[in-house]
């Protein structure tokens, strides 16, 4: 067990997180991260897990008095069996290490990202995680089979299952599934994994609007030649400010359509591929003449497109410490709230604005403004206001793959059903009497064990659901 010591705050965050934590455990095994836990029980010192760190909500903030317990020594892959296609790997294995580990096997784990080289199989479970993949595949807790982790008593929830088919009871692994180690400390998991296509083709279409890029989508979905990967939407104003970024451009397409849409297919045969790209880029121009459009000639055409979406660095260096929101929203309902929060944001203050672009085949908005951040605090209650909107009663989400960390916890308690917020405060209290487990992350901490078991909301401050359809549309 490797113990780092910093009189100081220790500054472990690729995202900019300042740690206040004195101390760093970084355990090599799950025995190991059971002694340390034990000791902290013991003593009542708060514990924060942190994987890849490259988390946007301040889940692996620590504070004075707390351990930072590190994963990054847990990353083995254990067994990789291509006949099973199944993956068992440490917490700390890093998304990347298992795609190239499980490429040699022709398979892959069936979820990408960006910050696939630091996010780790662990943090990606607790947060989990989502991607490009998502609307095909599912989120992490469609791709875990099993898990083990340490519970803040110390002992060790072990259900390392290698198998699809589990009716045994209940299937508690999906309690640590997006709990964000405030449950317990995830140290191994068993990841399904999925066949590779052979070859990939990748498409940048400009549309006039997202009925267009929808209809797209669709057309993409029904290809005879292979499966649609990733459906990832650019809106005018990111994807201008990313194309300019990396000096990229292309006589037929230009940068003032309303949106931008990359999607990529994997098949047998790129030809194949190209081919059926050809066909959905006619039928789109059948519909919508004003439609632009390139089809990747090369892998390195490719990448460059993929580059366009996949650098977000550019906004941050364009606002430092932009004010980022991350929700999901019925695909039928997304021109109406995009028509919603445009002006609603403006009427906040003169010129406020945001970067739009996401995973839209599953409905994932990443939301940034125009702004350096932090904002004034009237301001950032405002655009929140705007931003959350009806989101719960249309059947979105305030969060879609980012989860609640410290940031977010007063948006859950404010847009989450009450009785859900009560079932989670009572789940959090079985597991966690003291609340050690990364304490104030994804509900707040303080005063739990000395109050009633009452509700988090009073009777006063519960709001019904909607009664009928009617209601979803006020």
């Known amino acids: 067990m490797r113990i780092g010591d910093d009189a100081g705050a220790i500054d472990l965050g690729s995202n900019g997180t300042v740690c206040g934590a004195g101390i760093v455990v970084a355990p090599s095994s799950t025995g190991e991260v059971v002694a340390v836990v034990r000791i902290c029980r013991q003593n009542e010192i ?201 000096g990229w451009s292309e006589p037929g397409v230009p940068l003032n359509q309303p949106l931008f849409l990359l999607l990529s297919l994997g098949g047998a045969r790129e030809e194949a591929l190209r081919e059926d790209f050809e066909r959905i880029y006619s039928e789109v121009m059948e519909r919508y003449p004003e439609a632009t459009g390139i089809i990747a000639g090369s892998r390195r055409q490719e990448d460059d497109l993929l580059r366009l979406r996949e650098d977000t660095g550019v906004l941050y260096r364009a606002h430092p410490h932009a004010p980022s929101f991350d929700v999901s929203v ?81 948006s859950l308690l404010a847009t989450a059903d009450p009785t859900k917020l009560a079932a989670m405060e009572r789940v959090k209290r079985a597991l966690d009497d003291q609340s050690i487990m990364n304490p104030d992350k994804v509900l707040p901490s303080d005063a739990w064990f000395v109050r009633s078991s009452r509700p988090l909301l009073s009777d006063n401050e519960r709001r019904l659901p909607p009664q009928n359809a009617s209601d979803h549309k006020r």
């Open 330 to 410: 019925p695909l039928s309902e997304i021109p109406a709230y995009l028509d919603r929060i445009l002006p609603g944001l403006a009427a906040i203050e003169p010129g406020l604005a945001p970067y739009v672009f996401g995973h839209l085949a599953d409905g994932n908005l990443h939301i940034i403004l125009n702004r350096q951040g932090p904002l004034a605090p009237d301001v950032a209650e405002a655009a929140e206001g705007v931003l959350y909107q009806q989101l719960r009663e249309i059947g979105g989400s305030f969060s879609a793959e980012h989860g609640v960390g410290s940031k977010r916890i007063h």
């Open 46 to 246: 708060p514990i924060v897990p942190q994987g890849g760190r490259t988390g946007l909500v301040d889940g692996s903030v620590s504070r004075p008095g707390e351990i930072v317990l590190s994963l990054e020594r847990m990353n083995r892959i254990e067994r990789l069996d291509p006949l099973e296609r199944v993956a068992v790997v440490c917490a700390g294995v890093t998304l990347e290490a298992l795609q190239v580990a499980a490429l040699e096997h022709g398979l892959e784990p069936g979820i990408d990202l960006a910050a696939r080289g630091s996010a780790t199989i662990g943090g990606m479970v607790s947060t989990n995680a989502g991607g490009v993949m998502a609307f095909r595949n599912g989120v992490m807790r469609h791709r875990v089979l099993g898990l083990e982790a340490v519970l803040a008593d110390g002992s060790v929830y072990s259900d390392l299952t290698r198998v699809v088919k589990n009716s045994a009871g209940y299937d508690l692994k999906h309690l640590f599934i997006g709990a964000e180690g405030t449950l317990g400390i995830v140290t191994r998991v068993v990841v399904k994994l999925d066949p590779s296509p052979r070859a990939t083709a990748t498409a940048l279409f400009g549309l006039p609007s997202v009925e267009a890029a929808l209809q797209t989508i669709r057309l993409a979905l029904e290809s005879d030649a292979g499966h649609l990967r990733a459906a990832e939407a650019m809106w005018t104003s990111y994807f201008s400010l990313a194309a300019a970024a990396h």
